[in-house]
């Protein structure tokens, strides 16, 4: 499975995107490209810290600047019917992107969403920045 | 594909990524940038004061520029690792 | 903006490569709904700055009017301090662009994730 089909899947899903500046960014993907540029919804933004929020009805992050996403777990699953029905009408790609608009139903779902796996997001990448000040970092270089 | 990602599928695979973090989970699938999906995953929050703390975090696309190493892990060995009382310093970041 | 990501889904497991370039040719971000609007900028490197965007192109390179920087503190150059200064009419640079969104509903809030948890 590729990571932009996934991607693509999951779109109008819940997502937490973290940068490579350590922001992150919790919301839904509107839509994405070829090169991981991402439209999200109904942003919350959180500084690298975590002890800064902004909230942004939409915004548009350049894929080169993220290092990585959190997707709802069930969005995986619906990538392999997505596939099969790719491959059964081959000549109709253009097409295709119907497999994803049956998918929007999903889209009452909340960042909450993420809650349901442990910890709410900003704490969940405060836990992994645990004990890796990044003020440390920076005088090492 | 020559990056031989492809016989990490489906196998648990440790990755560590350029910011020094360190995520464990199932490989499902990669591509030519080594973009990474990882399911079912957690970090390893290594601490010299206390043991190793697991987060769990489930689904997630890792960009390939922040993927350092993809190793696979052994799962009869690593279920045999005390995480709990194993103290170590956090990796640092990758400096440019 | 939904109509942008249209033509998508060439990608098939079955590598149609041919399709894989069609779909590309128009962006996921529609600028024209900002024109004449305030957006927020923020750069690769830390610097931010909201203006009021007049131009574009499909790299990304903006002309922005009435352009403030957020200024950042100097020993962090993540760390936005409350200090603003004006830069009047400026182009940047798409390449450096690592995010756009839209100045008008943009607002600091508090922790929003204690409170959705308590």
């Known amino acids: 499975m590729l990571p932009l089909s996934l991607l693509r899947t999951a779109q109008n899903h819940p997502m937490l995107v973290e940068l490579k500046n350590g922001e992150t960014y919790n919301g839904h993907l509107v839509s994405c490209d070829n090169w991981m540029n ?8 959180t500084s690298r810290d975590g002890d800064k929020f902004w909230r942004m009805p939409e915004c548009y992050i350049r894929g080169s600047t993220i290092k990585y996403l959190r997707i709802p777990d069930e969005v995986i699953d619906m990538v392999k019917e997505e596939t099969q029905v790719k491959s059964r009408s081959r000549s109709e790609v253009s097409k295709g992107r119907g497999g994803g608009q049956n998918m929007r139903t999903g889209r009452g779902g909340n960042r909450g969403a993420f809650g349901n796996r442990g910890r709410p997001a900003p704490l969940a990448r405060g836990g992994g920045n645990q004990g890796r000040n990044p003020q440390q970092n920076k005088n090492k270089k | 594909m020559a990056s031989g990602l492809e016989n990490y599928v489906n196998q648990t695979v440790s990755v560590i990524t350029s910011d020094g973090r360190n995520f464990i989970g199932t490989l499902k699938g990669f591509d030519q940038t080594i973009n990474i999906i990882l399911d079912e995953s957690h970090e ?14 489930g689904l997630h696309i890792i960009r390939g520029d922040n993927v350092a190493i993809v190793g696979q892990i052994d799962e009869s060995i690593d ?18 | 903006m939904a109509s942008k990501e249209g033509g998508d889904k060439g990608k098939s497991s079955q590598g149609a490569g041919d399709n894989k370039e069609k779909r590309r040719k128009e962006s996921i971000l529609d600028l024209s709904k900002y024109l004449e609007k305030s957006i ?6 830390g610097r931010e700055a909201a203006g009021i965007l007049k131009g574009y192109d ?3 390179n903006l002309v922005l ?3 403030t920087e957020f200024l950042r503190d100097p020993d962090d150059p993540y760390k936005l301090l409350d200090d603003t200064r004006a830069l009047g009419l400026v182009v940047c640079r798409g390449t450096s662009v690592v995010l756009i969104c839209p100045m008008d509903g943009m607002e600091a809030i508090p922790n929003p994730f204690i409170t959705q948890e308590g």
Do not use: M, W, Y
């Open chain 2, 79 to 96: 279920s045999r690792l005390d995480l709990g009382n194993i103290k170590a310093e956090p990796l640092g970041s990758i400096v440019h």
């Open chain 3, 58 to 60: 499909p790299l990304l």
């Open chain 3, 65 to 67: 009017d009435n352009t």
């Open chain 3, 40 to 45: 927020r900028v923020k750069f690769a490197g």
């Open chain 1, 38 to 45: 991402i439209n999200l919804r109904e942003v919350i933004c």
């Open chain 2, 44 to 57: 390893r929050v290594f601490s010299s004061s206390s043991g190793v703390a697991q987060v769990v975090l």
